[in-house]
């Protein structure tokens, strides 16, 4: 029996492929009962042995949701959801460094069991993974007058203050942190990045597929949940919406991303709020030049979706789409459908990367590698999509649903590439090319 005492009591964790995984390890009491819409506390102190070998519950979240996500995820979920899991080679071996992963999910769905991003393979490098559960939706988000903003951002900086104080017990050195997240998670490092109450929870950080503006005003925040519980008959006060079951209150959110063309922060309805205290300011404006950055996203991140919506599209119709958007074509080549599809592509995702970029000096990457599996909804080959970078970074191209996404031949030396890269960049805040550079993953290159 493996067992370490954490600050709260002692857990007991099981063997995963010659590494020790710590599953579902508190690290804030549950937000819910006297705790709902406040901030985190500590969880209770336990007697005994806790046994943590299974993933813990993720927030309160829409089932079934799909936003492209095409790895095969079930989570489970409940009350009790703030929770991580830590994958370590050793608890006897000290100052190893470490991994803080915040999953993504348009800060509405998504959790840290998802197959793709497992931390096993960290672990077995050397490196102490831990993978973050949060509050999600209306639950982390919405503005009511009587309950701390930004009660998700809180549970962030809870979980990094948790590492701070124990990670040592499992072999991590707490001095040693790169904060990393993709989607939404990466939205979450950059944030975490410019919050004074962070400073000295990490040392390094990873954004991919992430944004540095995907935040609201406090005035939008406030006049969502005004409206919301106008068309609920309710005060838009904690009391009022702690009457509402999770259920209840998962059920009025919107879909995760709403398909609006003003750019990514228009497109995610649930975000973080900039209050000029917690989170500060926009994070683009409030990057620090002092942290070591890895930042990159993929080549294709939202081609296949928007091709199967555009199918059939002529040359005339894509450009009056375009135009009206206020959105440039994408390369020279290609059909209507790809054009417009690509021009998606730079409007979500890769400025996003590239204001970063041009923010601060970086470490910059780009996925290029392409499915060639048919996309079952249609728009033709899946190609370098949103999230299929993950089984290659985590290095679990055996994880459920990767061949069903990428096909039998995703190459594994791709795989060892990209994530010998993200254990140097997490050892010693260099990948392994030069800063400002751009490091191109296409499976020919390696």
């Not at 964790?13 to 390890?25: H, I, S, W």
């Not at 809180?154 to 104080?165: F, G, K, M, P, S």
């Not at 995703?410 to 400002?436: C, E, K, N, S, Y």
Request: glycine share 12%.
């Amino acid at each position: 029996m493996v067992t370490v005492r954490t600050t709260a009591g002692t857990v007991r964790g099981r063997t995963e492929e010659r590494v020790l995984a710590f599953l579902g390890v508190p690290y804030a009491a549950p937000p819910f009962g006297e705790h709902r819409f406040r901030a985190p506390v500590p969880p209770p102190a336990w007697h005994g042995v806790r046994p943590a070998l299974a993933h813990g519950p993720a927030a309160p979240q829409a089932a079934g949701e799909d936003i492209g996500l095409y790895a095969p995820d079930v989570f489970e979920t409940g009350e009790d959801c703030l929770n991580l899991d830590v994958r370590t080679p050793s608890i006897g071996r000290a100052g190893l460094p470490v991994i803080v992963w915040f999953h993504g999910g348009a800060f509405s769905i998504g959790g840290n069991g998802a197959a793709w991003h497992q931390g096993h393979r960290f672990a077995r490098d050397g490196v102490v993974c831990v993978a973050v559960n949060y509050r999600l939706g209306f639950e982390g988000f919405l503005a009511l007058e009587d309950a701390p903003l930004n009660r998700g951002v809180l549970d962030w900086l809870a979980a990094l203050e948790w590492v701070r104080d124990n990670i040592a017990a499992f072999g991590g050195d707490p001095d040693q942190v790169t904060i990393a997240g993709q989607s939404a998670g990466g939205a979450a490092v950059a944030t975490l990045m410019t919050m004074p109450r962070a400073e000295g929870l990490f040392r390094r950080a990873i954004v991919m597929s992430g944004s540095a503006t995907l935040v609201a005003t406090e005035q939008e925040a406030r006049d969502h949940a005004k409206t919301l519980a106008t068309r609920l008959g309710v005060a838009p006060t904690r009391s009022a919406f702690a009457r509402l079951t999770p259920s209840q209150l998962v059920a009025e959110q919107p879909a995760p991303l709403t398909g609006d063309s003003g750019g990514l922060n228009a497109s995610v309805p649930v975000k973080p709020v900039v209050d000029g205290d917690l989170v500060p300011a926009v994070p683009l404006t409030a990057l620090p030049r002092d942290v070591p950055l890895l930042v990159g996203c993929t080549s294709q991140e939202a081609d296949v979706f928007v091709r199967s919506m555009a199918a059939g599209v002529d040359s005339d119709s894509a450009r009056a789409l375009l135009d009206h958007l206020g959105l440039q074509p994408g390369e020279p080549g290609g059909t209507p459908a790809e054009q417009v599809g690509r021009a998606f592509t730079e409007h979500l995702f890769t400025r996003e990367t590239r204001w970063i970029r041009e923010a601060r000096p970086a470490y910059g990457y780009e996925f290029r590698w392409e499915s060639p599996v048919e996309s079952p909804a249609g728009g033709g080959r899946v190609g370098a999509v949103h999230n299929l970078d993950l089984p290659f970074v985590f290095d679990v191209l055996d994880a459920p649903g990767v061949e069903r996404t990428a096909g039998p031949g995703a190459p594994q030396a791709l795989a060892d590439a990209m994530h010998a890269a993200w254990v140097r960049f997490i050892r010693t805040g260099d990948p392994g090319w030069p800063l400002g550079h751009t490091m191109i993953f296409d499976g020919q290159r390696v």
